[in-house]
């Protein structure tokens, strides 16, 4: 949810706060603030509701020259967007500042404590009382990093945050509670001593690839020659900082007007990537160089469960199939924010697969920690090295899209289905129920993949088209079935986020059980009945709606002219068999959302109220 960076060194802070400000963007952007020492070792802040660039208007020309600092983009929790509610939050005095991501829940019970006594408070957010414990620990003899300890002994909640006091100009300490997102450390290079701190490695990939990960419940103590790590007890931990890749080019948007767009072109070579070196032919296998479990422990599992959220659940409903089908295992799915509230029952025999771009979405690290406690072997398939989701789990399976930017995940999503395809393929061999006919026909049709994604791409021009007349409406189901009904969820969240356009996803046979008292001539219908065992059963659920008078747009696999006349429109995608299929549907209805949500004069890249890395509840 919101972005966290703080830097200490002998650069100009305030510019490189900015910088790192803009990549982070994206996590939030109701307001954005930093704060600075001046001359005179105070604290410069500045806080602008809405956008970065109103933070950027408001400070231009005014930055005090200034070697350490913290900056936020804001995704708001508790009060409004504002600028009173915008972070860093200060204590009444000015004396500490702090930047913070994910909840605090107790916040109400500790202000209330310091109300009481006389404080008084300048915001509605849960932060502030951050910086009011802070102050008081400050007060009580605490230096900085033992303040931020005992900060956490009093909170309850999972969050991040990063403080600063005008004691000691030039020290940042930060400290991850629980599972609200990350905080990574980037280290000076080339000997520089300076230091960075963020709640992204993206944001300072740029200017350093040498990092730290904090865990849940550890504190850095950061100066510019050096940082300290501890527990939340004081003891000091040794982390050997890590080296990351960095690739330039992926996090820039090059000749598209929208990262959404860059990412959706970006898809055949997304799938290249996912594909490389792990789809082999001779003899016909996956070998995924990172999968932790052998022969011995993939045989003892007799159930999976896989967990995600948003676009990454339906990434896992769509692998439902793919376990079933080729490890012949009973498999199923669950919405991770439901997951640990219901009791679920699991054991050792259970492998749990959870789906992620992020790897920090708190709801999937909470149904993570849940099958942790039941012992459950644990599989995560994640777009982001290093991530939490990466540690809690025996094995992870990397997504290797690059850099997903645009808050409408799309070519995380084709990685995703590409890395659960693998994974089954290899689970069903180690388990000795793949027969080497299916392998090599679901192997070549991995290989051609991304030739076929590139083909569904030269369907933009029709797209847009299309886009021009269904951006009227201001309702929509779409409907699939089997390996497309995930598809159509997807269709339709993708809709809902970037255009702000009333849509729902079906099973295309729920419709007749409710929806269908819907559909009029106002309710557009999108039905994804492309070549399958299910595709006469899609046919009659769109003559259903156009028999009262629904409008119906449907997908249909190329060779396939029998929809002709009986949909209003026709979208021909490239035919392609075997079980990775959805990814080629997916790419007209990404663009579909795309460029209607153009045609309303929608913000794509940066949708109200959403944000990339969702780490609240
Ligand atoms: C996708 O377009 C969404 N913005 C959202 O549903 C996202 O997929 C979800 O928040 C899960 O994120 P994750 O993959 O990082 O766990």
Redesign the pocket.
């Known amino acids: 949810m919101c972005g966290i960076i703080g830097y200490t060194g002998s650069r100009p802070a305030g510019p490189l706060l900015l910088e790192c400000l803009r990549r982070l963007e994206y996590r939030g952007y109701d307001s954005a603030g930093i704060a600075l020492f001046d001359e005179q070792q105070q604290l410069y802040l500045a806080r602008a509701e809405g956008k970065l660039d109103n933070l950027a208007n408001r400070v231009e020309g005014r930055l005090p020259p200034a070697a350490a600092g913290i900056g936020h983009t804001r995704w708001a929790t508790h009060g409004a967007p504002s600028d009173r509610n915008a972070h860093p939050q200060l204590d009444p005095s000015g004396r500490v500042a702090v930047v913070h991501n994910g909840i605090v829940e107790n916040f109400e019970a500790l202000r209330q404590r310091f109300t009481d006594r006389g404080d008084s408070f300048a915001s509605d957010t849960d932060t502030e009382v951050l910086a009011h414990l802070i102050v008081d620990a400050l007060d009580g003899g605490a230096d900085l990093a033992d303040a931020v300890r005992r900060v956490i002994g009093e909170t309850e909640g999972a969050y991040s945050l990063v403080a600063i006091t005008v004691d000691e100009p030039g020290r940042l300490v930060a400290a991850r509670v629980g599972n609200a997102g990350g905080i990574v450390v980037g280290h000076g290079e080339g000997g520089a001593d300076e230091q960075f701190v963020s709640s992204d490695l993206a944001a300072i990939l740029p200017l350093t690839r040498t990092v730290t990960f904090l865990g849940p419940g550890e504190v850095v103590d950061v100066r510019a020659d050096g940082v300290t790590l501890t527990d939340a007890d004081g003891r000091a931990i040794e982390r050997a900082p890590e080296v990351q890749p960095f690739d330039p080019v992926a996090a820039a948007k090059g000749r598209f007007r929208h990262f959404m767009l860059k990412e959706i072109h970006e898809q055949p070579d997304a799938a290249l990537d996912a594909i490389r070196g792990r789809y082999l032919l001779d003899p016909p296998r996956v070998e995924i160089e990172s999968f932790g479990f052998d022969e011995a422990r993939v045989r003892d599992i007799n159930r999976v469960v896989l967990v995600?959220?948003?676009?990454?659940l339906y990434a896992a409903m769509i692998a439902r199939h793919y376990i079933e089908r080729f490890a012949r295992v009973p498999a199923e799915v669950d919405n991770a924010s439901e997951f640990r509230y219901r009791r679920p029952v699991l054991d050792e025999h259970t492998l749990v697969i959870s789906?992620?771009?992020?790897?920090?979405?708190v709801d999937?690290l909470a149904a993570m920690e849940e099958a942790q406690r039941a012992g459950c072997a644990q599989l995560t398939i994640c777009n982001t090295p290093g991530s939490q989701a990466t540690r809690l789990a025996d094995s992870t399976v990397l997504i290797r899209v690059g850099p997903e930017i645009a808050?409408?995940?799309t070519k995380?999503l084709i990685g995703s289905i590409i890395a659960l395809h693998a994974a089954a393929l290899q689970l069903g061999r180690l388990r000795g129920v793949l027969d080497e006919s299916t392998a090599r026909e679901e192997i070549e049709s991995a290989l051609h993949l991304p030739a076929a994604l590139g083909e569904a791409l030269l369907l933009e021009d029709r797209v847009r088209e299309l886009a021009a007349r269904y951006a009227q409406f201001d309702d929509f189901l779409f409907l699939g079935r089997g390996l497309s009904y995930p598809v159509a969820l997807e269709g339709a969240?993708?809709l809902k986020?970037v255009s702000y356009i009333h849509a729902e996803g079906y099973a295309a046979g729920e419709m007749k059980h409710g929806p269908i008292a819907l559909i009029d001539e106002r309710m557009a219908t999108v039905a994804i009945a492309v070549r399958d065992e299910v595709r006469e059963k899609m046919r009659s659920n769109i003559e259903q709606v156009r028999a009262r008078r629904g409008p119906v747009l449907a997908l249909t696999s190329a060779g396939d002219e029998s929809l002709e006349g009986v949909a209003d429109d026709v979208l021909v995608i490239p035919a392609f068999d075997g079980a990775l299929a959805p990814a080629v549907s997916l790419i007209p209805l990404q663009l579909l959302a795309y460029h209607i949500a153009l045609e309303r004069g929608a913000d794509v890249d940066q949708p109200r109220n959403?944000a990339?890395?969702?780490t609240v509840e």
């Open positions: 995600g959220m948003g676009t990454s789906v992620g771009q992020s790897g920090e979405t999937t808050v409408a995940s995380c969240l993708k986020e959403l990339k890395t969702v």
